[in-house]
């Protein structure tokens, strides 16, 4: 099975400390997507970072960077400077079932403490 | 520019009945998703559109649920004699084209939460 699995349910910081959310997948396929989206109270999905399997430089984007381990199956998004705007849920996904759809896991609720 | 808007935002229907969710997807993206988000799980895949092409369906967890997309833009989701397990927020998605998911970024909309009693 294909899957996405975040084993933290909630995480919590304190604002401008740095947080690492965990995520490991399991694939067969060697050419996937990995992404990293946020969701706050409003529902809607906003997408935070995304990594291609085939790339070994790790993506950023601003204070959010994430660390792909390939061999490992492990995609982790490491939030530095937090700030009070950054919490919310976060899910792990990948394309890792067909090039369309999207597999999430099962989110990480974090918190940043003032 | 407008993004994805679901309606309704909210739905609350008695067992057994039938119920329709809309999506309208940015507006020149030819690929339309829908997604199901449980209570304090991830989202599951439901079914997905590209163009004049026939949609995957193979998320669709059972025959009482069907989409259609007319024109190419606007999509319903149907679920008809709902059920208790139904509850759940669904939630659509667009991108420019069906490519590969991380060449097109998927564009969310911010659902319909669903409760059946």
């Known amino acids: 099975a294909q899957t996405v699995t975040q084993s933290q349910p909630e995480m919590s910081v304190q604002e401008a400390e740095t947080v690492t959310l965990s995520c490991t997948y399991d694939?067969?396929?060697?050419?996937?997507?990995l992404f990293w989206y946020k969701q706050p109270p409003s529902r809607q999905m906003i997408l935070v970072i995304r990594?291609?399997?085939?790339?070994?430089q790790n993506a950023t984007e601003n204070r959010f960077s994430v660390n792909f381990q390939k061999a490992a199956k492990s995609f982790s998004l490491k939030i530095s400077d937090s700030q009070l705007g950054d919490a919310a849920m976060y899910f792990c996904?990948?394309?890792?079932?067909?090039?369309?759809?999207?597999?999430f896991g099962q989110g990480t609720r974090l918190t940043i403490n003032p | 520019g407008a993004g994805v808007s679901q309606s309704p935002s909210n739905k609350v229907t008695e067992k057994g009945k039938d119920v329709e969710l809309r999506c309208d997807p940015i507006?020149?993206?030819?690929?339309l998703y829908w997604y199901r988000q449980s209570l304090g799980q991830g989202l599951e895949f439901l079914i997905y559109?590209?163009?004049?092409?026939?949609?995957?369906k193979s998320g669709l967890p059972s025959d009482r649920f069907s989409a259609e997309r007319t024109g190419g833009s606007v999509s319903t989701l149907t679920i008809q004699r709902t059920q208790q397990e139904d509850s759940a927020v669904y939630l659509c998605?667009?991108?420019?084209?069906?490519?590969?998911?991380?060449?097109?970024?998927?564009?969310f909309g911010p659902g319909t939460r669903l409760t059946v009693l």
């Open positions: 998605a667009s991108s420019l084209d069906g490519g590969r998911a991380g060449d097109n970024e998927q564009f």
């Open positions: 694939t067969s396929e060697s050419d996937y997507y």
């Open positions: 990594q291609e399997a085939y790339k070994q």
């Open positions: 996904a990948s394309n890792l079932q067909g090039a369309q759809k999207l597999v």
């Open positions: 507006s020149g993206h030819t690929a």
């Open positions: 559109f590209q163009g004049n092409s026939a949609p995957d």
